[in-house]
């Protein structure tokens, strides 16, 4: 069974994933380049990073049996062509959770307190210290507004509270009355949240149905001075209409580690703007997140070779019954 490890990984993830799987009959190969992945046709199964595995990657690997995403997201994959194929889906949900809360509550932080202004001004050779006085805030007493509460958003809530912020959320599936309880969360329906809250912070998966869920519309209602942070996925937001909102004043700013065309160019308005702080998609980028994400695709790996069933599936109302 040839097991292809496609795209960039923190050292040591092929050693590791080898020595997990080194008492079973699988060839574990590692595939960097982008070119070379579009040749693949070869592969039982498939882990994925940052490489996208549309209908034609699927077609063209007649013996896939499982594509398997390194992270929650899985709209890099056509999960739909996947199952009439019968290829299972899976990803690795909450393996990420606490890296990518962390760099959301850090990018709520850091637009908050003027950080890249200041930065950008100390380079210019202007010391800082009163110039973004008036427009920087901490989070304590302030409102911040969580759309999705799964894994990820549920821990940022618990750490906004730490900083002293107050946390509201919507969710399409309202948690349950003691899960709202036990994280600190009160529900809002989405206009009223995005109109209520200081910070607005999204973690939810992109889908056809929520493309520029932010939008201007969206975006007029929001509070003056507001701060939008997303470290879900580039599309929810109409990235465009953010920068306006900006530049314009409407908002205080942006943190966003996701944006609609990645990578940005060096000459993109988005990184242009200190009040905006953009990060090349690194929410679940750390070194020791592979330590928590491993074992789980062994696992699936393991568990569709013995016939069991699988925990992480993602594409099942798309397979052949």
């Known amino acids: 069974m040839k097991i292809v490890l496609a795209g960039q990984y923190p050292d040591n993830t092929f050693k590791k994933i080898k020595q997990m799987l080194s008492k079973e009959n699988y060839s574990l190969v590692a595939i960097e380049k982008q070119d070379e992945f579009d040749r693949l046709t070869d592969a039982d199964i498939i882990i994925l990073r940052s490489f996208k595995a549309p209908k034609e990657i699927i077609a063209n690997n007649k013996h896939l049996k499982m594509i398997m995403r390194w992270g929650t997201g899985f709209d890099s994959v056509d999960i739909k062509a996947a199952g009439i194929q019968g290829v299972l889906v899976t990803n690795t949900p909450g393996a990420n959770s606490n890296a990518v809360s962390e760099l959301a509550i850090l990018l ?52 906004a509270q730490a900083f002293g912020a107050s946390t509201l959320y919507y969710d399409p599936f309202r948690l349950s ?76 700013g942006a943190g966003l580690d996701v944006v609609e065309n990645e990578p940005l160019l060096e000459s993109d308005p988005l990184i242009k703007n200190s009040n905006i702080i953009v990060t090349p998609h690194i929410g679940g980028g750390t070194a020791d997140i592979a330590d928590a994400i491993i074992p789980m695709l062994v696992n699936d790996i393991k568990a569709h070779v013995d016939g069991r069933e699988i925990e992480h599936l993602v594409n099942k109302e798309f397979l052949k019954k």
């Open 108 to 159: 709520m932080l850091a637009v908050g307190r003027k950080l890249l202004c200041h930065i950008d001004s100390l380079r210019e050779g202007k010391w800082s210290k009163n110039i973004f006085l008036d427009n920087s805030f901490c989070m304590r007493n302030k409102i911040v507004g969580i759309i999705g509460a799964g894994n990820i958003g549920r821990k940022v809530a618990t750490k």
């Open 177 to 252: 009355f003691e899960k709202e309880k036990e994280y600190g969360l009160k529900f809002m329906e989405l206009p009223e949240l995005i109109a209520t809250s200081d910070i607005i912070t999204l973690h939810i998966p992109l889908t056809n149905d929520n493309k520029h869920m932010i939008g201007e519309p969206e975006i007029a209602n929001m509070k003056q001075g507001a701060i939008l942070i997303n470290t879900s996925r580039g599309g929810l937001v109409d990235d465009k209409a953010l920068l306006n909102a900006v530049e314009n004043g409407k908002l205080a």
